[in-house]
């Protein structure tokens, strides 16, 4: 005899819990609405998006989380409902790199949630028009790649730009070969963007040998080129697949297994500390023996972390460059403002391009 409980008083005891589940949704949604006042009252209806406070949120949930459900999915529920209070508050509206489809977008719902308004932009330097006019509050952009490096693009535009970065996220990147082809032998031309093309460069060289390759704007636009004839194919995620309606030939055609994209959050507000904080600057210094290494000694005498360091040229003078850096910590953590204050001391410019949370799902 099995001593398993009956489908039917299981479901009861489910419907019993749903109903709790969802008076207390509701009770944290009234709660989001007070907090929307009281910002209001307090002359601060700029900022009803906090990501500090949010990543603080979702840290704490992952530590209160007891299973069985992993730690992943519990945050995920939780994104999904800060969004949804969120949008109670003030809906957000989020520039990125488009058409729909690409990972630019997944990049914002993994970020945001999905109660916020996106908005689809041609290039990565419109999405900092927008932000830039206030056409949108927030934008997200690539900045780097596992497989193959930093965006330029993205780099170079915070040169001139006065935005701030107040967020980051990153999104496990699966490229997939879509098209109406039969087969792989029916294929003459493939598109994609030259970073994606790039990240599948040795199965296209194996598979692939003698079709001609088109780089284009984005993946979805490749996705939507594809679908208009039935020889050609396009290397893009599945979300384009899905919007353009193209039957997927190849899945996980990236060469390396992990291949990562990180994106950031661009936008015109400070993120307060919450003590696990990246911060992200440029400078530049002269070209005198040394000048390098007496920057770069400024967050060592302060046992400061240096996560990632490029140079891109200035734009400004011939082989001149800057230093793009990602330390470990907050500008306004003691510690870290002493070594901006000391690297200031030792370079010709310095710009902080903003402290925010780490990644947290
Ligand atoms: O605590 C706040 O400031 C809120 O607005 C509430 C809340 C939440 O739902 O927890 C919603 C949006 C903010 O981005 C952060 C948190």
Same mark, same amino acid.
């Given at each position: 005899m099995s001593s398993v409980r009956p489908l039917a008083e299981i479901r009861t005891e489910i419907d019993q819990i749903d109903a709790e589940i969802l008076q207390l949704i509701n009770r944290r949604a009234l709660c989001a609405e007070e907090v929307a006042k009281t910002k209001i009252a307090e002359g601060e209806q700029g900022t009803f998006y906090r990501p500090d406070r949010e990543a603080l949120v979702l840290r704490r949930i992952k530590e209160l989380n007891q299973g069985p459900l992993p730690d992943h999915t519990a945050m995920r529920f939780f994104r999904e409902l800060m969004s949804a209070c969120l949008a109670l508050e003030k809906p957000l509206e989020v520039a990125f790199l488009g058409p729909e489809g690409t990972f630019s977008q997944q990049a914002v719902f993994k970020h945001f949630g999905s109660s916020v308004n996106t908005l689809p932009v041609a290039a990565i330097g419109d999405v900092f028009n927008a932000v830039e006019l206030g056409k949108c509050h927030f934008g997200v /952009?690539?900045? %780097? $790649?596992?497989?193959?490096?930093? +965006?330029?693009?993205?780099?170079? @535009?915070?040169?001139? *730009? =006065?935005? #701030? +970065?107040? &967020? %980051?996220?990153?999104? @496990?990147?699966?490229q997939n070969l879509m098209g109406h082809a039969e087969s792989l032998a029916g294929i003459t031309e493939i598109f994609s963007h030259q970073q994606s093309l790039a990240q599948c460069r040795k199965w296209l060289d194996t598979h692939l040998p003698q079709v001609k390759i088109t780089a284009v704007s984005s993946n979805a636009e490749a996705a939507r080129m594809a679908s208009l004839n039935k020889q050609t194919a396009a290397i893009a995620g599945l979300a384009a697949a899905e919007v353009y309606q193209l039957p997927v030939l190849e899945t996980n055609i990236e060469d390396q297994a992990n291949n990562t994209t990180r994106f950031i959050v661009i936008g015109k507000q400070d993120s307060s500390p919450t003590g696990k904080d990246k911060t *992200?600057?440029?400078?530049?210094? !002269? $070209?005198?023996? !040394?000048?390098?290494?007496?920057?770069?000694?400024?967050?060592? #005498?302060? !046992? +400061? &972390?240096?996560? $990632? +360091?490029? *140079? @891109? =040229?200035? @734009?400004? &003078?011939?082989? %001149?460059? /800057?230093?793009?850096?990602?330390?470990d910590g907050h500008s306004e953590d003691p510690q870290v403002a002493e070594a901006l204050d000391l690297l200031k001391a030792n370079v010709n410019m310095l710009k902080l391009l903003g402290s925010y949370p780490k990644a947290v799902l």
């Amino acid at each position: 005899m099995s001593s398993v409980r009956p489908l039917a008083e299981i479901r009861t005891e489910i419907d019993q819990i749903d109903a709790e589940i969802l008076q207390l949704i509701n009770r944290r949604a009234l709660c989001a609405e007070e907090v929307a006042k009281t910002k209001i009252a307090e002359g601060e209806q700029g900022t009803f998006y906090r990501p500090d406070r949010e990543a603080l949120v979702l840290r704490r949930i992952k530590e209160l989380n007891q299973g069985p459900l992993p730690d992943h999915t519990a945050m995920r529920f939780f994104r999904e409902l800060m969004s949804a209070c969120l949008a109670l508050e003030k809906p957000l509206e989020v520039a990125f790199l488009g058409p729909e489809g690409t990972f630019s977008q997944q990049a914002v719902f993994k970020h945001f949630g999905s109660s916020v308004n996106t908005l689809p932009v041609a290039a990565i330097g419109d999405v900092f028009n927008a932000v830039e006019l206030g056409k949108c509050h927030f934008g997200v /952009v690539p900045v %780097e $790649n596992s497989t193959e490096g930093v +965006i330029n693009h993205t780099l170079d @535009r915070f040169l001139t *730009s =006065p935005l #701030k +970065i107040c &967020g %980051e996220v990153e999104i @496990r990147v699966h490229q997939n070969l879509m098209g109406h082809a039969e087969s792989l032998a029916g294929i003459t031309e493939i598109f994609s963007h030259q970073q994606s093309l790039a990240q599948c460069r040795k199965w296209l060289d194996t598979h692939l040998p003698q079709v001609k390759i088109t780089a284009v704007s984005s993946n979805a636009e490749a996705a939507r080129m594809a679908s208009l004839n039935k020889q050609t194919a396009a290397i893009a995620g599945l979300a384009a697949a899905e919007v353009y309606q193209l039957p997927v030939l190849e899945t996980n055609i990236e060469d390396q297994a992990n291949n990562t994209t990180r994106f950031i959050v661009i936008g015109k507000q400070d993120s307060s500390p919450t003590g696990k904080d990246k911060t *992200s600057l440029v400078f530049s210094t !002269g $070209n005198q023996p !040394g000048a390098l290494y007496r920057a770069l000694e400024s967050f060592a #005498k302060f !046992g +400061i &972390g240096m996560v $990632n +360091i490029e *140079s @891109r =040229p200035s @734009r400004q &003078g011939l082989w %001149e460059y /800057v230093f793009f850096i990602d330390i470990d910590g907050h500008s306004e953590d003691p510690q870290v403002a002493e070594a901006l204050d000391l690297l200031k001391a030792n370079v010709n410019m310095l710009k902080l391009l903003g402290s925010y949370p780490k990644a947290v799902l």
